[in-house]
């Protein structure tokens, strides 16, 4: 039994109810599947896996450590605390409060070029609290969950870096190996934060993943996407005495999102339109003086996201005036489409067929058919294999903030599947999983994020081609963000624990 595997049954036994069932063993736990390519005679790569499958433990702590602490976007602080002690601990030096923003951070180690880049990611997902069972139950109701995998993320990343870090000392390699923590991708977009204060600057390459229903190299687009605020100014009255005093923002954001799900009628098939009403006052017997809507827009391109978001916000000022209210349209995160890299992707896919996919058992199966028991139909089963990659880039229907990043730097890309039946992301099912047979994507990710990396720092010529490709792509082509210039970082405050 290895030590990884049963720090993880001892975990999940201590947060798991008398209702769960069927929970993988420890002994279903393998770092990749038994149908892996051998391990490859690069001797520093066969070094690197070595000393990532020996250290899955910390590995494996750390990732259930951030799962059992949720945050939200800007938020993270136990998270990003996590991540820096592990990275300082293994000799990176930490920069704190990076871009104004008290969870984001970048860890460094080496010096000079090319400096190689990962990113990670932080927060959960508001409302998806829960036990890492095969029933809805959450931990805390209503609480933040991990139901897109961020914590496997942070932990395999960091874990990738100190085995790159272990590559450049011990080869005496040039270069810089650097960990970006990102915080908000779910809401705000905190790499872009990140970027306009200038921390991407000297990075040649970005390398990053997500666990997914699949293992493979993301050679595709994005959609670009967009956050706005709409709030609307009324005048708040008694609504039965003096009605006619008062002008309801309520019915002002009502009229918007109907004028908005007419629009949908005239939008491409691939664009997509969602919101939730934020604030829609506080008792029917008082006209609400303040509403407002939270949207988030998605299109393939940018440049069909702006005319999105201008064609929303003129259905917002209709819905002012007919409301004789006063309306503010704040656009708060904009994400262009993620750029895919040929080059890149090609070293990627050739890592992970050295590397292989998570090997799930006959308990992890039935552990995740009792969490889709009450779905309709069979099950999908995820690809045993590496699914192969495509001759040209796909189009996927997710968006994230690494967008604008990737349209200025390289940016390579890889998911590996997270069980062995595909989960939705953001359910509660994808947060349970997170906690259990999750965790085999981990080493999956850590090795072949390594292993790219370190093909970056002994190929110049792998550097050299992902930048021309990036240069190719993009082609002279620009986009206006749609955010404002000089816009003050979101700071939150940690609440105060009280024992």
């Known amino acids: 039994m290895r030590r990884g595997a049963r720090f993880f049954t001892v975990f999940v036994l201590a947060l798991a109810t008398s209702k769960t069932q069927a929970q993988p063993t ?9 149908s892996a390519a051998p391990v490859p005679v690069d001797p520093d790569k066969t070094d690197m896996f070595r000393w990532i499958e020996s250290n899955d433990t910390g590995m494996n702590k750390l990732g259930l450590e951030i799962w059992s602490t949720p945050e939200l976007s800007f938020r993270e602080f136990k998270t990003s605390r996590a991540v820096m002690q592990y990275l ?4 990176f030096a930490v920069e704190k409060n990076a871009a104004a923003m ?26 998806l609290s829960q036990k890492p069972d095969t029933v809805r139950e959450p931990i805390t109701p209503g609480a933040p969950g991990h139901a897109c995998g961020h914590n496997l993320i942070a932990a395999s990343t960091a874990t990738a870096a100190v085995a790159v870090k272990n590559f450049l000392q011990r080869t005496g390699t040039k270069g810089t190996i650097r960990v970006y923590g990102t915080p908000a991708e779910e809401a705000g977009g905190g790499k872009e ?3 306009e204060a200038g921390l991407f600057k000297e ?16 050679f595709e687009y994005t959609k670009a996407a967009a956050e706005l605020h709409v709030h609307f100014q009324g005048v708040s009255s008694h609504a039965s005495v003096s009605p006619d005093q008062g002008r309801n923002a309520l019915h002002a954001v009502e009229l918007m999102d109907t004028g908005v799900n007419f629009l949908r009628e005239q939008l491409k098939e691939d664009a997509r339109v969602s919101y939730v009403i934020s604030n829609g006052g506080g008792q029917p017997n008082v006209i609400p003086a303040e509403a407002e809507s939270w949207y988030n827009i998605r299109a393939n391109k940018h440049e069909e996201l702006a005319d999105i978001v201008q064609w929303i916000s003129e259905i917002a000022n209709g819905a002012a005036m007919m409301t004789r209210t006063h309306v503010t349209v704040r656009v708060d995160n904009d994400e262009a489409e993620v750029l895919p890299n040929g080059p890149l992707a090609k070293d990627i896919q050739d890592n992970l067929r050295l590397v292989g996919t998570p090997d799930f058992s006959a308990d992890d199966k039935a552990y995740v058919r009792k969490m889709l028991s009450e779905e309709k139909g069979e099950p999908h089963a995820i690809r045993p294999e590496v699914t192969p990659l495509p001759d040209a880039p796909r189009q996927e229907a997710y968006s994230t903030d690494l967008g604008n990043v990737s349209w200025r730097i390289p940016t390579g890309r890889l998911s590996v599947a997270l069980a062995p039946y595909a989960l939705i992301p953001h359910s509660w099912q994808f947060a349970a999983a997170s906690a259990s047979v999750g965790l085999r994507s981990m080493p999956i990710a850590a090795k072949t994020l390594a292993a790219t990396a370190i093909d970056c720092f002994k190929r110049p010529a792998l550097v050299e081609a992902a930048k021309k490709d990036l240069q190719d792509r993009t082609n002279g082509q620009t986009y206006l963000l749609l955010t404002p210039p000089n816009r003050p970082v979101p700071v939150y405050k940690e609440p105060v624990t009280r024992q």
């Not at 420890?26 to 038994?34: L, M, R």
């Not at 990113?119 to 409302?127: F, K, N, S, T, V």
């Not at 990075?203 to 993301?218: E, F, N, Y």
Request: glycine share 8%; hydrophobic share 40%.
């Open 26 to 34: 420890a002994s279903s736990t393998h770092p990749v599947s038994a």
């Open 88 to 91: 300082q601990q293994n000799g």
């Open 102 to 127: 008290p969870t984001a951070f970048v860890a460094t180690f080496g010096s000079g070029k090319p400096v190689v880049a990962f990113w990670l990611e932080e927060d959960a997902l508001m409302g």
């Open 193 to 195: 934060y990140m970027r």
């Open 203 to 218: 990075v040649d390459i970005m390398l990053g993943w997500h666990p997914s229903s699949d293992t493979r190299s993301q």
